[in-house]
Structure formats: C-alpha cells, structure tokens
C-alpha cells in the first residue's frame, strides 16, 4: 500500500505528505481529510481547462489484450498481421492531451475511437426545420477491458443516427505505460493515483463533450460499464451538458467494491495487511465515489427550462454480482428516489463478468440500446 500524495500535488499533496513525514497527522487522517475536502468542494477538483490540441488521427485498430492467454495473444497477432498486408483500414481517433496530467505521458495521451453517424442523402436533402439536433454518446467499457470492448455497441449505436466516441480510460489500452500488461494503475492500493485516475477519467469525459460541441454536437450522454459507470457518473453529476446517462452496473461507495468486490480482492489485501478497516477505506474513497455526488447529479440533471425534459438515466445491476455487490447497486436506486432522478432500472439473472456471455450480453444490449434509442428521440422531441 502506498498513500500516493505526490499524485494530488495540485491539490496540496506535497504539503500533506510533509506533514505526515513530520508526524503531525497520520497518512490515513491526511487522505481522509483531502477527500473531504474534494466532497465539500468537488468543481475545485473536477473543473479544467479545455484541451487545445484536438485532432483526429487514422490509425489500425489494435486490440491491446489484457487476459494474457494464448488465444488472446493469437488474436492480437491475427489482428496485427491483417494491417501489415492491407486486409485492414485504419479508423479514426480523437486525440489530445489530457487536461488532467500524471507522471506518465502514455497515460496523458487521450484516445477515443471516433464512430462518426453516417450522413444518408435523405439527410443531405432535408430542410433544415426538419434536421434533428446532432447527438453523440461517450462510451467506456469495464477496468481492464481491452481496445475492442464495447465497440459493437458504438456501431449499434451510429445505426440510431447517434455518433460515438469510444474513450479509453486512463491507463487502459493505447494509454497503459509500457511496465503493465492490465491496467492496474487504475484501481490500486496506491490510493492517490487511484483518486488521479477518477479525476483525470472525468476531466478526459468533458474534454469530449467539449470537442463535439465544436463539431457541432448538441445532446451528449455517456456510457459506462463497472468502473466506466463510476466515472461517467461523476462526469455527469459535475456537467448539466450530460442529458443521457446509462450506468452498466452501479455501486454507490468507491471504497466498498474494493472491499467487498472479487476484482479487488488484492487491492484489499494490501489494505488489511496495512491494519485499515473497510469503513476506513470507504472514507478515504469518498472524494471518488457516487454516492458522495447524488445531490450534484440531481441538479444538474434538472430540467434546464421550458420543453427541455430531465436527464434519463438507466441503472443495469446483475443479483449474482461479485465484483459490484447487489445490495450496493440497490443503495444507487434507493438514493436516485430519494433525490428525485428519473430513472430506469433493469435486472440482469448473471454475475458481473458474466455480462459478456451468451445471452447475458445480448439482454443487455437490448436494455442499454432501446433505452439510449428512446432517451435521444425524447432529447431531439420526437
């Protein structure tokens, strides 16, 4: 375990950890007062400056395997050999620098496959009274997903006349500092660059809703499974711009999924084994946890004027859950009534890694489909 105050410099890091080196506050004292201090004051830790270097790149797509198995490998090289004799094109990415900087420039350097909505000829010809406003989903697969998560439903999605950008998260695929075969940086008992990579995961979400409001975009939501639902969360609570959010499975506390959660039962060790308590945990983990934010995501939500309907939000939680425990998925509903959020929840009869498998994954497709299908035709008043 380490405390990791040098990754919050900006936000006092260095002073703490001086003060903890003097023994004039414990590292665990320290870390719950900074997160405190994120939950009192959360635009001071979230807001930034909008990126200046946008720009789209052509690249091949490259899968970046993070189950290092040996079909997995096979797939990659597969995927390798088919761009060096032609039989790939390469795809457009967004790209540009991290608002949110971290000791590893892989890690600043933002990617997002860029699915743009095919433009039909009936479009080309439409008067411009009947166009509707141009929409656009952000999509974040699960930790440690590899390059091509979620990409079908990105391709599902352009079929709605909804373009997407498939971000990749901080330290995941094309952004993983080469020392890591998973994208571990993300959640670890390194407890400040963990708290780094929520707050630069949100900052990275805004920065694109800012460069498609430059394309002309007009109605955003976002898209996020497990730890990608985390963030989107956030981003959504600290942006009214976010008017569609789908949440692919939920928890409230940060630091109660990595107590409670199969994926993290390594991170959690490390904590035991540092005498920490799970309340401890969940304490030190506020400033990046939901929960600490419902009342944010509740306004800014909220109707923004006359014609202009509430964000939707749909919630996708599984009973058998081991990584994201259901009483906590059932913690998010109960706190979306008490707030007031319009809200859809759907169940899925799987665990959470289950998702992925047949028919789970086609259930879910469904569910997260139809509602985006529905929530953007609300959005554009049809």
């Not at 976010?242 to 199969?262: K, L």
């Not at 990584?323 to 799987?350: I, M, Q, W």
Request: charge should be neutral.
């Amino acid at each position: 375990m380490e405390w990791g105050f040098d990754h919050l410099r900006e936000f006092g890091g260095d002073e703490v950890a001086a003060r903890v080196e003097r023994g004039e506050v414990s590292g665990l004292e320290a870390m719950i007062a900074l997160n405190e201090r994120i939950v009192a004051r959360p635009h001071e830790f979230f807001d930034y400056a909008t990126p200046a270097d946008f720009r789209i790149e052509r690249q091949f797509p490259e899968l970046y395997p993070t189950n290092v198995r040996p079909e997995t490998l096979e797939q990659e090289r597969e995927w390798k050999r088919r761009a060096e004799v032609g039989e790939l094109r390469k795809e457009p990415f967004l790209r540009f620098t991290s608002a949110a900087r971290t000791p590893y420039p892989e890690n600043d350097a933002v990617n997002a496959r860029w699915y743009a909505e095919p433009v039909s000829s009936k479009q080309l010809a439409g008067s411009s009274k009947n166009k509707r406003p141009k929409q656009a989903m952000i999509v974040m697969p699960q930790w440690n997903a590899d390059a091509f998560s979620h990409n079908a439903l990105c391709e599902m999605f352009n079929r709605f006349g909804i373009s997407c950008l498939r971000l990749s998260k901080p330290y995941h695929d094309v952004r993983r500092p080469a020392e890591l075969e998973r994208s571990d940086y993300a959640v670890s008992a390194n407890v400040g660059r963990t708290i780094a990579a929520c707050r630069q995961a949100v900052v990275d979400i805004r920065s694109c809703v800012d460069w498609l409001a430059g394309q002309g975009y007009e109605q955003f939501g976002v898209l996020g499974t497990s730890l990608g639902s985390a963030y989107g969360f956030i981003a959504a609570a600290m942006d009214s711009r976010i008017r569609v959010c789908a949440f692919n499975h939920a928890s409230t506390q940060f630091g109660d999924v990595v107590w409670t959660g199969q994926s993290t039962r390594h991170v959690k060790a490390a904590f035991e084994h540092a005498g920490l308590t799970q309340d401890e945990v969940r304490a030190m983990f506020a400033g990046v946890s939901p929960m600490s934010f419902m009342e944010e995501f509740a306004a800014s939500g909220a109707a923004r004027g006359e014609g202009d309907p509430p964000r939707r939000t749909l919630v996708v939680y599984a009973p058998y859950d081991l990584t994201f425990v259901v009483k906590y998925s059932r913690e998010v509903l109960t706190n979306f009534d008490k707030h007031g959020v319009d809200y859809v929840a759907k169940v899925l009869p799987c665990g959470h890694y289950t998702t992925g498998e047949t028919p789970y994954k086609y259930l879910d497709g469904w569910y997260l489909g139809s509602f985006i299908w529905s929530s953007f035709r609300r959005l554009a008043g049809r």
